[in-house]
């Protein structure tokens, strides 16, 4: 099969977790299109919207000079950044709610600002705007992602992927996220990788280490995971083993006229809100 990346499969490491967490889900969140506009729908969260402020306000240094990165405060940054998040918007719904997530955004990078670590040195950038590769020629499926950042190990000739993140709880040991950008990585730049870390943000000083998982099985971890989505999409069968769980249950609320559509993000997805919704934190990633 001619490689054609306009009919191919997309799979990322947030797609991915959605299909494992329950297929519906990965159905209303990654497929579906509302039938009246033919744009993806997606739920906006106070969790979700703090994430994507602290991250655009870091990933932003990468493409500035070493010594200018620090130059203008992050808390100046962070206040334009949030205009894009205030009230509705970012699934704020009280004054409130939005002033203690607005106060946690401001202690984690005053924390990065105080101990920038690898945000001092050198930082690779990948030249595409979606870094992605051909996970399979052969199914036409593509693995994508953006990484957070690229450290540039000057004596190592190599690089050191670093996540950040913003939420509370700690990463699953069995995760697909740092195996999925150890990939990505490997695949679209020349430089080995030598270390993955995640960095809590929220709490640490600087980032965690974690083991490097062997590539060649975790690549066909990955791909095993992508042809079931692959098929799955053939067949048009996407159920809930639940029959309704808390991972698909809120965007069916949405289709059943539930939510508030406050805008479209920059995914061109409209963007709602659920105003009874129990939301729970989870680790915030913006693709």
């Known amino acids: 099969m001619a490689k054609d990346k306009y009919s191919a499969v997309w799979v990322s490491h947030s797609s991915i977790s959605d299909w494992l967490s329950c297929p519906r889900a990965y159905f209303l969140k990654n497929v579906y299109k509302n039938p009246l506009t033919r744009k993806k729908v997606a739920i906006v969260s106070p969790p979700l919207s703090l994430g994507q402020a602290v991250h655009e306000v870091i990933e932003s240094l990468s493409v500035l000079a070493v010594d200018r990165r620090l130059a203008e405060p992050l808390l100046a940054k962070f206040n334009r950044t949030w205009e894009k998040v205030k009230g509705k918007k970012g699934g704020f719904l009280t004054e409130e709610e939005e002033a203690k997530y607005k106060e946690r955004g401001k202690e984690m ?42 450290e540039y190990l000057k004596e190592e000739e190599a690089v050191h992927i670093i996540d950040f993140k913003t939420g509370k709880n700690e990463e699953k040991t069995d995760s697909l996220q740092l195996p999925i950008y150890y990939l990505l990585v490997s695949h679209t730049q020349d430089r080995p990788v030598k270390k993955v870390s995640y960095w809590y943000i929220d709490r640490e000083s600087k980032p965690v280490e974690q083991k490097l998982k062997d590539l060649e099985s975790a690549e066909e971890k990955i791909l095993k995971i992508a042809k079931e989505m692959k098929l799955a999409r053939q067949l048009k069968r996407f159920k809930c083993p639940q029959g309704g769980c808390r991972n698909c249950l809120p965007m069916e609320r949405i289709l059943q006229g539930e939510g508030e559509l406050v805008g479209i993000d920059g995914m061109d997805r409209e963007v709602y809100i659920l105003a009874a919704a129990k939301q729970t934190e989870k680790q915030s990633k913006i693709l």
Do not use: F, H, T
């Open 109 to 150: 990078l005053g924390r990065v600002e105080r101990n920038p670590g690898p945000l001092k040195n050198l930082a690779v950038k990948i030249q595409m705007e979606l870094p992605y590769y051909w996970l399979s020629e052969k199914d036409n499926i593509i693995l994508c992602g953006k990484i957070d950042w690229l």
